[in-house]
């Protein structure tokens, strides 16, 4: 193209060390006619013209990237620096050593060195040499390039500016004062300043006209373009200035949390991790933007869980269901549900999903499996995202024991002895001897009859029947409205003689299951979401008690 500059947020893309498979911070850079992003997995994507190769990246991980006018550079998860494109005057040829960042210009690179010192390459042949880094330590450098002019700027420890090369239109003379970050446009220079506030110099075209007043307020970042600038507000919208032609100086709505002004487009990332950008667009450059951008992704793990064998009417331990949005886009759980024969033997107890999921992270979800009937058990754990595909489904299976044996009841109280029986008769007296000598002894009489044993006392009191469900009671109104889904909230309040833990409800109308629905217990509530079609049915009330056990009932169901 011959005429370009590139700057990023602020000409400055810190790199974080990450091993190499490291999550990354998405980052957008916009060049001369070709754009280029930090995925999730800390590869590199770009797009638009490749007519040098500048849109071909190299394998491995990055945690910055920066595009120049037709070529690009990058800084490795190991700290060193890679680019790529043209190399007519060793731009694309990197000083060796370790950086925090990297920016790429027109016809040469510059980078900030892990001990603060600066190096630059590429563009030489002016006299005299102005693409001579100056000496000190610095915390931020932004290489600018106008029709082959070369000229960069660098923030100092002591934040003041240095800029040093061309100084056509003043762009090369940065106002007194102290920033914390520069950029290097065409013939202009912009800079974020200690106040947070938006400033510039030079001119806003190649004839340097002069430059509009920077926008006011409290600015977080700031780019510059061609000719033109953009900066993050603090209330994280965007505000552009200087040559609109084809837009760029029109940014989209919404809110960011980074920016890149190049020659003629600009991009900048959502703060949901979408990337944007607007602009010419003549070599693809703005649309279209690769899917791995702009939407999530959803990665589930395991698509199956097998329970063993669970006793009825018992709750197993939990086991745990991933999901990671592998794109940079938020990811929403919209809904968790289960289908299948058996979706009224499985719950999930506690789940990290509930918000939205930022590009490279992972939620969990814990499954415990409760069965009520002898028999296999099947079901699938349904998952709704806003991702492509939207559905995501986890297989399920388990195996019902047989039912526990409850503990046995005290023994009951012993019954009364039975009434004695009555005295068998006496036998009659012998008659006396003649006197003289003594007579043998009489024999003795014979023993009375056995007396008939008593009736048996009556059986003792049964023994407790242990805790159990005794009663609940159901009311339900309608929820909020929730993602465009009306709810009907429904509140169990029970009767029992154990602490209940968590409950659920199975809604049946003419022998059909309309809904179910499951909670966890609070001050003696359970509170249970259901579609706002429910209004009626028979209820049939699972609670699981402290103990892991199951008490069922069945009663009415009819909305208040």
């Given at each position: 193209?011959?005429?370009?500059?590139?700057?990023?947020?602020?000409?400055?893309?810190?790199?974080?060390?990450?091993?190499?498979?490291?999550?990354?911070?998405?980052?957008?850079?916009?060049?001369?006619?070709?754009?280029?992003?930090?995925?999730?997995?800390?590869?590199?994507?770009?797009?638009?013209?490749?007519?040098?190769?500048?849109?071909?990246?190299?394998?491995?991980?990055?945690?910055?990237?920066?595009?120049?006018?037709?070529?690009?550079?990058?800084?490795?998860?190991?700290?060193?620096?890679?680019?790529?494109?043209?190399?007519?005057?060793?731009?694309?040829?990197?000083?060796?050593?370790?950086?925090?960042?990297?920016?790429?210009?027109?016809?040469?690179?510059?980078?900030?060195?892990?001990?603060?010192?600066?190096?630059?390459?590429?563009?030489?042949?002016?006299?005299?040499?102005?693409?001579?880094?100056?000496?000190?330590?610095?915390?931020?450098?932004?290489?600018?390039?106008?029709?082959?002019?070369?000229?960069?700027?660098?923030?100092?420890?002591?934040?003041?500016?240095?800029?040093?090369?061309?100084?056509?239109?003043?762009?090369?003379?940065?106002?007194?004062?102290?920033?914390?970050?520069?950029?290097?446009?065409?013939?202009?220079?912009?800079?974020?300043?200690?106040?947070?506030?938006?400033?510039?110099?030079?001119?806003?075209?190649?004839?340097?006209?002069?430059?509009?007043?920077?926008?006011?307020?409290?600015?977080?970042?700031?780019?510059?373009?061609?000719?033109?600038?953009?900066?993050?507000?603090?209330?994280?919208?965007?505000?552009?200035?200087?040559?609109?032609?084809?837009?760029?100086?029109?940014?989209?709505?919404?809110?960011?949390?980074?920016?890149?002004?190049?020659?003629?487009?600009?991009?900048?990332?959502?703060?949901?991790?979408?990337?944007?950008?607007?602009?010419?667009?003549?070599?693809?450059?703005?649309?279209?933007?690769?899917?791995?951008?702009?939407?999530?992704?959803?990665?589930?793990?395991?698509?199956?869980?097998?329970?063993?064998?669970?006793?009825?009417?018992?709750?197993?331990?939990?086991?745990?269901?991933?999901?990671?949005?592998?794109?940079?886009?938020?990811?929403?759980?919209?809904?968790?549900?289960?289908?299948?024969?058996?979706?009224?033997?499985?719950?999930?107890?506690?789940?990290?999903?509930?918000?939205?999921?930022?590009?490279?992270?992972?939620?969990?979800?814990?499954?415990?499996?409760?069965?009520?009937?002898?028999?296999?058990?099947?079901?699938?754990?349904?998952?709704?995202?806003?991702?492509?595909?939207?559905?995501?489904?986890?297989?399920?299976?388990?195996?019902?024991?047989?039912?526990?044996?409850?503990?046995?009841?005290?023994?009951?109280?012993?019954?009364?002895?039975?009434?004695?029986?009555?005295?068998?008769t006496d036998g009659t007296n012998g008659t006396d001897g003649e006197d003289g000598t003594d007579g043998a002894d009489g024999m003795n009489g014979a023993t009375g009859a056995t007396g008939q044993p008593g009736p048996a006392g009556p059986p003792g009191a049964k023994g407790d029947r242990g805790a159990g469900l005794t009663g609940a009671t159901i009311a339900c109104k309608r929820a909020k409205v929730r993602r465009k889904r009306v709810r009907v909230r429904c509140t169990l309040k029970l009767a029992v003689t154990s602490q209940v833990r968590a409950a659920r409800i199975t809604v049946t109308r003419k022998g059909r299951v309309v809904a179910r629905g499951t909670g966890l217990a609070s001050r003696g509530r359970v509170r249970i979401p259901l579609p706002a079609a429910v209004r009626g049915g028979s209820v049939r009330v699972v609670t699981i008690d402290r103990a892991g056990r199951l008490r069922a009932t069945r009663?009415?169901?009819?909305?208040?």
């Open positions: 193209m011959g005429r370009t500059m590139r700057s990023v947020v602020g000409a400055l893309v810190v790199a974080a060390l990450a091993p190499a498979g490291a999550q990354a911070a998405v980052q957008a850079s916009a060049g001369g006619a070709h754009s280029c992003a930090v995925k999730v997995d800390a590869t590199i994507a770009c797009w638009g013209s490749n007519s040098h190769g500048q849109a071909t990246p190299p394998g491995g991980t990055f945690s910055a990237v920066d595009t120049g006018g037709l070529h690009t550079c990058g800084v490795r998860s190991d700290s060193t620096v890679a680019c790529w494109g043209k190399n007519d005057d060793g731009e694309s040829t990197p000083a060796s050593g370790t950086f925090s960042s990297v920016s790429a210009g027109g016809d040469h690179s510059c980078g900030l060195r892990t001990d603060g010192t600066l190096a630059c390459w590429g563009r030489n042949t002016q006299s005299p040499p102005h693409n001579v880094a100056p000496l000190g330590t610095y915390r931020a450098v932004s290489a600018g390039n106008t029709a082959g002019t070369t000229w960069s700027c660098a923030v100092a420890t002591s934040d003041a500016i240095t800029c040093w090369g061309y100084n056509t239109y003043g762009r090369g003379s940065p106002p007194l004062g102290t920033f914390t970050d520069a950029s290097a446009g065409g013939t202009h220079g912009c800079a974020l300043t200690t106040a947070a506030g938006f400033a510039c110099w030079g001119g806003f075209s190649a004839n340097g006209a002069p430059m509009s007043t920077p926008p006011g307020g409290i600015f977080t970042a700031i780019s510059a373009g061609y000719d033109y600038a953009c900066g993050i507000r603090e209330d994280a919208t965007l505000a552009c200035l200087g040559d609109d032609t084809g837009g760029r100086a029109t940014p989209p709505a919404g809110t960011f949390r980074s920016l890149s002004a190049g020659y003629s487009h600009a991009c900048a990332v959502r703060s949901n991790g979408a990337v944007a950008c607007w602009g010419a667009n003549a070599s693809g450059q703005v649309s279209p933007i690769p899917t791995a951008l702009t939407r999530p992704a959803a990665e589930v793990a395991p698509r199956g869980l097998d329970f063993p064998s669970q006793p009825q009417t018992t709750v197993s331990e939990p086991q745990e269901v991933t999901v990671t949005n592998t794109g940079a886009a938020d990811l929403e759980i919209e809904g968790e549900s289960f289908s299948g024969p058996a979706a009224s033997d499985f719950f999930v107890g506690a789940s990290t999903c509930r918000g939205p999921l930022p590009g490279g992270e992972t939620c969990r979800l814990w499954v415990h499996f409760a069965p009520h009937s002898k028999e296999e058990a099947t079901a699938k754990l349904v998952l709704d995202t806003n991702a492509t595909p939207a559905t995501y489904e986890v297989d399920l299976r388990g195996i019902a024991g047989a039912l526990p044996q409850g503990p046995q009841g005290p023994q009951g109280p012993q019954g009364p002895d039975g009434t004695a029986g009555t005295d068998g009663t009415r169901l009819g909305r208040r």
